[in-house]
């Protein structure tokens, strides 16, 4: 195992008081550091985030104004023995999971890929009592998962994008964006150590009064009219006439609605002490998503 390789894990959020504390708790033990990056949130976001900050060594919180220029926190980390973790505060993984892969990583069982890829549940529907939850997931949806080996990298520089989005890399030789491992090719989801919970069909803030289907992400916020004209084609053509349509939609609820178990997951309650929004956040999952 080598002593030098780190995991360092990347989060950008805005308005995500009702799960950012889940979705960080469960992550935060994966990585060696963990950036956190606060898009001027207005709600309870900024407050949470101090609190965990407060709790665990390896967490930096920055204020950044611009998401599109997020990237440059980790763009450094190009060419060194580094994993990078890009994590979002609605996206909930499975921590002991976590902690299996983290051990798997640096034991280099994956050094020959680029990415690393597993489940991502786009849930529907979460009850947390019996540790179920019903959605949309792979083959049949898109998977959100963000895992990738910097040591295959030259370069990857995006002076205008997203963290962790763009086609800008200049990769090692030996290495492309075809060296693609999908754990959910040969793990079945009880087994999978890459799983994570999405939850972008239900509210994730309390100050955000936009269906949660309709809810923009960075690049949507930043796009030029033409962009914007382009996506809402797509939208269109996936569900016409529906006022359900978005990328969300195009995405994410494809294919069959399947229950998985979802207790290794934990629940907000956990953190109670730390998190006072713990409640209002199970309340939320007891409600119906979009």
Not at 97 to 124: K, P
């Amino acid at each position: 195992m080598s002593e030098a390789r780190r995991i360092i894990g990347v989060a950008l959020l805005r308005n995500e008081e009702f799960f950012a504390f889940w979705a960080l708790s469960n992550a935060v033990g994966f990585c060696d550091e963990l950036i956190v990056l606060d898009n001027r949130s207005t709600d309870g976001t900024s407050a949470k985030l101090e609190a965990f900050q407060a709790l665990h060594p390896n967490v930096t919180v920055h204020r950044t104004e611009d998401p599109n220029t997020s990237h440059r926190f980790v763009e450094g980390y190009a060419g060194q023995d580094v994993w990078v973790f890009g994590v979002d505060g609605d996206e909930i993984y499975d921590p002991a999971g976590l902690a299996r892969l983290r051990s798997r990583i640096l034991g280099g069982e994956f050094d020959d890929y680029w990415t690393v890829s597993g489940y991502m549940l786009h849930a529907v529907e979460v009850d947390l009592s019996s540790g179920r939850a019903h959605g949309h997931t792979n083959p049949h949806t898109t998977c959100g998962n963000k895992l990738f080996n910097f040591r295959a990298l030259v370069s990857w520089e995006e002076p205008e994008r997203e963290r962790l989005h763009g086609r800008n890399e200049e990769f090692r030789p030996g290495y492309s964006r075809k060296a693609s491992l999908d754990l959910a090719a040969r793990d079945a989801w009880e087994s999978c150590d890459l799983r994570a919970i999405h939850l972008c069909f239900f509210p994730r803030t309390s100050v955000d009064a936009v269906d949660p289907i309709k809810r923009q992400n960075p690049m949507e916020l930043r796009a030029t009219v033409f962009r914007r004209f382009h996506n809402a084609v797509k939208d269109f053509l996936a569900a016409p006439f529906s006022r359900d349509a978005g990328y969300k939609t195009r995405k994410y609820r494809r294919g069959p609605v399947v229950t998985r178990e979802i207790q290794a997951f934990r629940r907000p309650s956990r953190w109670a002490e730390h998190d006072p929004g713990a409640a209002e956040a199970e309340a939320v999952l007891q409600g119906p998503a979009r």
